[in-house]
Structures are given as C-alpha cells and as structure tokens.
C-alpha cells in the first residue's frame, strides 16, 4: 500500500499562491496518473486536477482552469498543484489520489 504525505497548505490572502506537494511512498509514480482533489466544509470531495501517467495530459475543473497547474517529478515521486490567483472559494483539504490511495490532506485557507 502505497503512502502519500500533502504539504504546502496554510493561509493566504485572496490573490495569493500556494504550491502543494505529495510525496508519494510504497511506488513508482511513473506508471501511474494522478489527481488532486479537495473538500471544503459541509461540502462534497471534488476532483481540481489530474495529471496521465504516460502522455501528461492534464485536466482541471472548470473552477481552477487557468489558474491551476498539475505537475509531476517522477525522480523524487512527487506531484506538485501550483495554485495562483486563489480565491475565497479555494479554501479547503486538498487531497492527492494516486493508484487507490489518498493521502491525509493539507489544510488551504484563503482569507481576508
């Protein structure tokens, strides 16, 4: 089973950036496509962003497109969600999804 750590989060100001990462453990993130989701208070998990495993090919949700960028480094088995221009709408546990497992969150709070 693989291990998946989230860092990254904190607060910011809306118009700020934050960049996130998953180190992934237990696999090779080569072989595999990976997601970033995220949950906001009382609210559904979503899908933001994913990145293919042979072609990366990315996808974003419509809420985050153009100011969302997915990447991955499969030397250091790490995926990266470059967030900029956040909004208070952002404000959220983000989540990596990788093979079938997740990882325990990072906490994004977009305040003023």
């Known amino acids: 089973q693989a291990q998946l750590v989230e860092s990254g989060g904190g607060s910011v100001q809306p118009g700020g950036s934050l960049r996130l990462s998953c180190v992934a453990s237990?696999?090779?993130?080569?072989?595999?496509?990976i997601g970033w989701f995220r949950q906001a208070p009382g609210k559904e998990r979503e899908g933001v962003s994913t990145?293919?495993?042979?072609?990366?090919?990315?996808y974003y949700s419509e809420s985050v497109k153009g100011r969302f960028t997915i990447s991955r480094d499969n030397a250091k088995n790490t995926v990266y969600l470059q967030m900029n221009r956040l909004k208070l709408e952002d404000t959220a546990v983000y989540y990596c999804?990788?093979?079938?497992?997740w990882g325990q969150g990072t906490q994004v709070t977009v305040s003023s």
């Open positions: 990145i293919g495993d042979t072609d990366d090919n990315s």
């Open positions: 999804y990788i093979g079938a497992d």
């Open positions: 237990g696999l090779s993130l080569e072989y595999y496509s």
